[in-house]
């Protein structure tokens, strides 16, 4: 059974820095992608960013050049830099990592990110 740990969520204000990690029980290799997502109060889940087993990342507008998703395979770990943070960037994140061959998706439990004015 494949094990999300997320970590790294809390209070800041805005315009502060927090580091997000998911860690993976295994190889992170078993997985095509791996995304971060995040869901506010009342709001539809949607995609942060991910990145790709070749590295390739994407990102929603709404982060671009504020957020980066990177990838530690050694430690099977996936981060999510999250720079200048606004009070709408407020939610619970989640990490989910997609198996190859579209056979299904792993999630994590989620961690909350508070953003203060």
């Known amino acids: 059974q494949v094990q999300l740990v997320e970590s790294g969520g809390g209070l800041v204000q805005a315009g502060g820095s927090l580091r997000l990690s998911c860690a993976a029980s295994?190889?992170?290799?078993?997985?095509?992608?791996m995304g971060w997502y995040r869901q506010a109060p009342g709001k539809q889940r949607e995609l942060v960013a991910a990145?790709?087993?070749?590295?390739?990342?994407n990102y929603a507008d709404s982060v671009k050049g504020r957020f980066t998703i990177s990838r530690d395979n050694a430690k099977d770990t996936v981060y999510l830099q999250m720079n200048s943070l606004k009070p709408e960037d407020t939610a619970v994140y989640y990490c989910?990592?997609?198996?190859?061959?579209?056979?299904?998706?792993?999630w994590g439990q989620g961690t909350q990110v508070s953003v203060s004015v």
């Open positions: 989910k990592a997609e198996r190859w061959g579209s056979l299904g998706s792993y």
């Open positions: 990145v790709t087993a070749g590295g390739s990342t």
């Open positions: 295994g190889s992170i290799f078993r997985f095509s992608a």
